[in-house]
């Protein structure tokens, strides 16, 4: 039995990028960490709504392990954006904290496991 449904993933993490990604730029433009902003936490928020989103999306849509896919999707996609930023970051001569990006995956992992457990509620109910 494999540990996730790797096509409902994808589409999962395909959710989380196309969510996730445009909100974390907007946020970066318009949030200056030495003058915060009023839109830091509803963008924040934004994108950790679209985690949910994209693990519901891909526990629905998985055939076996709902939770563990759509968890493991929300992670996947937040990996892809983490890695572009990590690049960009690097590329800028920028500081690269593990600590930061290690917190912010395990909340993008939890989530992805409550949309999960959404969208496997909302699956029970059809």
């Given at each position: ?97 593990v600590a930061t990006i290690v917190f912010s995956g395990l909340l993008a992992y ?17």
């Amino acid at each position: 039995m494999p540990l996730a449904d790797v096509p409902a993933l994808v589409k999962g993490a395909a959710v989380a990028i196309a969510v996730c990604l445009p909100v974390a730029l907007v946020a970066e433009i318009v949030v200056d960490r030495d003058d915060p902003s009023g839109w830091a936490i509803p963008l924040y928020l934004g994108v950790l709504l679209g985690f949910v989103l994209a693990g519901a999306v891909a526990s629905r849509a998985a055939t076996t392990a709902p939770l563990v896919t759509g968890a493991f999707a929300a992670l996947a996609g937040f990996a892809v954006i983490q890695g572009v930023g990590v690049v960009v970051r690097l590329v800028g001569h920028d500081d690269v904290v593990v600590a930061t990006i290690v917190f912010s995956g395990l909340l993008a992992y939890g989530c992805g496991l409550t949309g999960a457990v959404i969208g496997e509620r909302r699956r029970g109910r059809r």
